[in-house]
């Protein structure tokens, strides 16, 4: 159940829109975007849960693939505030478990 | 709510110790999940727990690694004896399962084996 993000590090000028690229081989119930601060947990962003999906949550937008496979997160007019490192993390469900896997990161730098 | 509480912040030990990592999860959320973050492994899963009962522990690396959640508040994972690879950042994170686990992870535990 890899996920595989891109890119792996971003350095934009602070009011560029960004975009993150999540794809795997595996399906997913669901998918989501955490962001992690030095020296803190990752913190939730956006969660997707119907393939298609498209979701916002102020300056961010985050799509479920339609194959359930992949997603993307764009963040517009960045500030020096979204930087760290953001991850997408899948989650199967089999049974009564779950399991939520997360991304290679991407490291941003604003 | 004060959140998912890990202790201690920091842990600097020698090889060969034994170290106890502590985790309380949010008042209500019925899994837990343990996970090691390293620069080049990135984010494991280590184990989780569905009401205190061990779900999937394929994640933990060696029998040097073992995880209890005695009750609902309260989650340790205990490495011993300890290795300098074993060197990493230690996540608690819980959640409420209701076919949709999102998580809320706590500040980590930094553990230096010297």
């Known amino acids: 159940q890899l996920l595989e993000q891109s890119p792996q590090f971003l350095s934009i000028q602070e009011g560029e829109n960004l975009t993150v690229y999540c794809n795997s081989s595996?399906?997913?119930?669901?998918l989501q975007w955490y962001r992690q601060e030095p020296g803190e947990g990752p913190v939730l962003l956006i969660a997707?849960?119907?393939?298609?999906e498209l979701t916002s949550n102020g300056r961010l937008t985050a799509q479920f693939g339609i194959t359930r496979k992949d997603s993307f997160l764009n963040i517009s007019a960045s500030i020096p505030s979204d930087v760290g490192i953001y991850f997408c993390?899948?989650?199967?469900?089999?049974?009564?478990?779950?399991?939520?896997?997360f991304g290679t990161g991407t490291r941003l730098q604003v | 709510d004060a959140g998912v509480i890990q202790s201690p912040r920091h842990e600097v030990t020698e090889m060969g110790q034994e170290v106890t990592l502590r985790c309380k999860p949010i008042?209500?959320?019925?899994?837990l999940f343990w996970y090691r973050q390293t620069m080049m492994r990135g984010l494991e899963l280590l184990i989780y727990?569905?009401?205190?009962?061990?779900?999937?522990d394929s994640g933990m690396p060696e029998d040097r690694f073992s995880a209890k959640m005695p009750n609902a508040s309260f989650s340790t994972l205990k490495i011993q004896p300890s290795e300098p690879r074993d060197s990493a950042v230690y996540f608690c994170?819980?959640?409420?399962?209701?076919?949709?686990?999102?998580?809320?992870f706590g500040a980590g535990s930094r553990l230096t084996v010297l």
């Open positions: 997707l849960y119907k393939a298609g």
């Open positions: 994170a819980s959640s409420s399962f209701s076919g949709a686990n999102v998580l809320t």
């Open positions: 993390a899948g989650q199967a469900i089999t049974g009564t478990a779950s399991k939520l896997t």
């Open positions: 595996s399906v997913f119930s669901s």
């Open positions: 008042s209500g959320h019925n899994s």
């Open positions: 727990f569905n009401n205190n009962v061990p779900i999937d």
